[in-house]
């Protein structure tokens, strides 16, 4: 990828050498729940009138689709 596309790379990667693995892995903890907040969002958002139940199915399901199957 061109360095253009991506400047703040290099800080990027400079701030994680500096952290702790116990840090490194608390930020992937919280990169991830992140990620599973915007998913429920934009689940709300689309269907706001679906029930709590369904809308956590079609959560679950999205999550599901979403991890990587090395097999």
Not at 17 to 23: G, L, W
Not at 51 to 63: C, S, T, Y
Request: proline share 7%; hydrophobic share 35%; aromatic share 8%.
């Amino acid at each position: 990828m061109n360095p253009k596309q991506r400047p703040h790379h290099a800080l990027y990667i400079r701030i994680l050498r500096a952290m702790t693995p116990e840090q490194r892995l608390a930020k992937a903890f919280e990169l991830g729940e992140l990620g599973r907040e915007l998913l429920r969002a934009g689940v709300r958002q689309r269907y706001p009138d679906y029930p709590a139940a369904a809308l956590r199915g079609m959560e679950l399901e999205r999550i599901a689709r979403c991890h990587n199957r090395n097999y």
